[in-house]
Nanobody, 122 residues
Framework: HVQLVESGGGSVQTGGSLALSCVAA????????MGWFRQAPGKEREGVAA????????AYADAVKGRFTISQDATKDTVHLQMTRLRPEDTAMYYC????????????????WGQGTQVTVS
């Protein structure tokens, strides 16, 4: 079974930076779409960023475009989310997710999920 483990969450001041990491194990495909999602209290889960492992396809939510960067270490099946210029509205539980490869890695059809890591901006 696919295993996803997130790390790097914490508390940061407005305007600060934080880096999240997700290590994937036992992926069912040699190449997968990997995504970061977030969910704030009382709100629906939303996609943040996505990337195709061993490729260069990326996608970003408009709310984070230009501030967040998703990257990969494909040899280790690891993805990172570098978060800069953080705002209070970025406060949420951030989840790592995976799905089968696609022609474009958007924010749909993700079936494997990590347990989440909390990001708090104040």
């Amino acid at each position: 079974h696919v295993q996803l483990v997130e790390s790097g969450g914490g508390s940061v001041q407005t305007g600060g930076s934080l880096a999240l990491s997700c290590v994937a194990a036992k992926l069912t495909y040699s190449s997968n779409c990997m995504g970061w999602f977030r969910q704030a209290p009382g709100k629906e889960r939303e996609g943040v960023a996505a990337i195709l492992l061993r490729g260069d396809d990326t996608a970003y939510a408009d709310a984070v475009k230009g501030r967040f960067t998703i990257s990969q270490d494909a040899t280790k099946d690891t993805v990172h989310l570098q978060m800069t210029r953080l705002r209070p509205e970025d406060t949420a539980m951030y989840y790592c997710a995976a799905r089968s490869p696609s022609t474009w890695c958007g924010f749909y059809d993700y079936i494997y999920w990590g347990q989440g890591t909390q990001v708090t901006v104040s």
